[in-house]
């Protein structure tokens, strides 16, 4: 059973929006740290946007912060990630990561991320 999957990804023109979603089993969903990563062709990972549970804090990149927004739906296990004014640059496959899972370990941003979605693609044309 996949504990992570996303949908929502798509073309659009420079400009537009797209919202990610991705459903998580309840286990996973209830990780100590959640959220959206990417990776463009060429290039390494990178955290998008990542929520802690506990403390509720979450953390953007500095190349996303007033245009995209992570939100978390709790009753239905899942974490979106609202894209706005979105950029060529902004092309590249994105991942929903959780800590709980049993993946290799990418540690980044004081948390052990374990869980990885199979990705969804998002281009964006000028």
């Known amino acids: 059973q996949e504990q992570l999957v996303e949908s929502g990804g798509g073309s659009v023109v420079s400009g537009g929006s797209l919202r990610l979603s991705c459903v998580a089993t309840r286990y996973t969903y209830n990780s100590p740290c959640i959220g959206w990563f990417r990776q463009a062709p060429g290039k390494e990972r990178e955290a998008v946007a990542v929520?802690?549970?506990?403390?509720?804090?979450?953390y953007y990149a500095d190349s996303v912060k007033g245009r995209f927004t992570v939100s978390r739906h709790n009753s239905e296990n899942t974490l979106y990630l609202q894209m706005n004014s979105l950029k060529p640059e902004d092309t590249a496959m994105y991942y929903c990561?959780?800590?709980?899972?049993?993946?290799?370990?990418?540690?980044?941003?004081?948390?052990?991320?374990?869980?990885w979605g199979s990705g969804t693609q998002v281009t964006v044309g000028s």
């Open positions: 990561a959780a800590q709980r899972g049993d993946y290799p370990e990418f540690h980044v941003l004081s948390c052990a991320f374990k869980n």
């Open positions: 929520t802690y549970t506990g403390g509720g804090s979450t």
